[in-house]
């Protein structure tokens, strides 16, 4: 089986053939993991810069997310 890895700065992404077409698992400046299976690799490629361009607001929207999480807990606790 065919891997390819890419690693650009703190960014990275595995391409694995699967039977679907392409594992594409990914990782932005966050840290933050997405897989997804895409059929052919200009798509794989398409979403992974698409994630990467909008890494920062996906990890705005995941702060903010955190945030109400915590709130919640801390109103059950009491």
């Known amino acids: 089986m065919v891997q390819?890895?890419?690693?650009?700065?703190s960014r990275?992404?595995?391409l694995t053939p699967s039977k679907y077409?392409?594992?594409v698992e990914m990782w932005n400046d966050f840290g933050m993991k997405?897989?997804?299976y895409e059929k052919n690799v200009m798509d794989s490629s398409k979403v992974v810069m698409d994630w990467w361009e909008?890494?920062?607001q996906e990890?705005?929207?995941m702060k903010c997310e955190q945030k109400v999480l915590n709130n919640l807990v801390?109103?059950?606790?009491k």
């Open 59 to 61: 990890h705005d929207k």
């Open 74 to 77: 801390k109103k059950e606790i």
């Open 34 to 36: 997405r897989t997804v």
């Open 21 to 23: 077409g392409f594992k």
């Open 4 to 9: 390819l890895n890419i690693k650009t700065m």
């Open 12 to 14: 990275n992404y595995k």
């Open 54 to 56: 909008n890494s920062n």
